[in-house]
Every structure is written in C-alpha cells, then in structure tokens.
C-alpha cells in the first residue's frame, strides 16, 4: 500500500502500532525511547484507512498479527522480535546509527 510506503519514509524510525494497551507496541515505543530514538509513530486504529495499512503490513510481514511493525531507514525491519533480537545481539545501535535516527 502506498500510504506505508510514504509514511514509512518520513523519518528514520517509523513504528506502525495501535493505541490500545499493546505490550508489546509499548515495549518497543519505549526501548527506541530508551536509546534516544524520536520514532515517528502512527497507531493504525486511529488511521482513516488503518484496517488496509494493518493488511499490508501483515502481508509484508507475513504474520497475521503484524502490530507493532518498525521500519528502520525507510526498510521494514520487522516486530517485536526482530526489533528485540537485535537490541540484544548488539546490532539495533548500529542500524539506528546508520539510519540517522541516533549519533551517539
């Protein structure tokens, strides 16, 4: 869909969430915060076309659950785990680097 497309473009660090309660989209919102990280973050339920943007972004993620989703650099890293997976195995630092989203 276009409109992920061009919203996940608009910063370095993009999360596609819901604003209920999420644990998990609170997780992830809360370690980018943690690192510095100004993450643009769109919360689908309350998107005019959200139902068709969550469709895509499962598709793209290829689970039927796809919230939270996290672009990284305009790329579509992935959700929970894959964010969390990396965060431990030292490699999320150096993308958010690469990407702009922190300089430290």
């Not at 989209?25 to 993450?39: I, K, P």
């Not at 769109?42 to 796809?66: C, F």
């Not at 939270?68 to 999320?92: E, Y």
Request: glycine share 10%; hydrophobic share 45%.
């Amino acid at each position: 869909m276009e409109r992920v497309t061009k919203l996940s473009a608009e910063k370095a660090v993009v999360i596609f969430t819901a604003s209920n309660d999420c644990p998990m989209s609170y997780t992830v919102t809360s370690l980018f915060s943690g690192l510095g990280v100004c993450a643009a973050v769109h919360e689908l339920d309350k998107e005019p076309r959200g139902r068709d943007m969550e469709r895509d972004l499962a598709r793209r993620l290829g689970r039927s659950s796809p919230i939270p989703a996290v672009f990284i650099g305009g790329k579509l890293v992935g959700s929970t785990d894959r964010i969390m997976s990396l965060h431990l195995g030292g490699k999320l630092v150096p993308m958010l680097k690469a990407a702009g989203a922190i300089w430290l």
